[in-house]
Nanobody
Framework: QVQLVESGGGLVQARGSLRLSCAAS????????MGWFRQAPGKERAFVAQ????????HYADSVKGRFTISRDNAKNTVYLQMNSLKPEDTAVYYC????????????????????WGQGTQVTVSS
């Protein structure tokens, strides 16, 4: 079992930056594929980024490619989302999620494929 806690959200102006963190409990964190999702009001939860268990592979939604970077520090049981060049349309609640360990790289972008979720952190980008 993995428990996830996001932090780092807030209010930022357009073209600004934020770094989200997701701290995980449990000794098996390093075996999980991790993902970031976001949900804007009135919209479905949407995939943002994914990183493999060892950090060697990443995948991004087209809408954030080149602006966001996902990374992880397995020694600290933490996954990060560095968000640069933020736009008002990036405004949403951001969630981190963990996928059952596979130890192979498979792109997984649907929320129901992930097994554990954090409570979310609000990101608001003003124009």
């Amino acid at each position: 079992q993995v428990q996830l806690v996001e932090s780092g959200g807030g209010l930022v102006q357009a073209r600004g930056s934020l770094r989200l963190s997701c701290a995980a409990s449990g000794r098996t964190f390093s075996s999980y594929t991790m993902g970031w999702f976001r949900q804007a009001p009135g919209k479905e939860r949407a995939f943002v980024a994914q990183i493999s268990w060892n950090g060697g592979n990443t995948h991004y939604a087209d809408s954030v490619k080149g602006r966001f970077t996902i990374s992880r520090d397995n020694a600290k049981n933490t996954v990060y989302l560095q968000m640069n060049s933020l736009k008002p349309e990036d405004t949403a609640v951001y969630y981190c999620a963990a996928d059952t360990p596979l130890f192979l790289w498979v792109v997984v972008t649907t929320p129901n494929e992930y097994d554990y979720w954090g409570q979310g952190t609000q990101v608001t980008v003003s124009s």
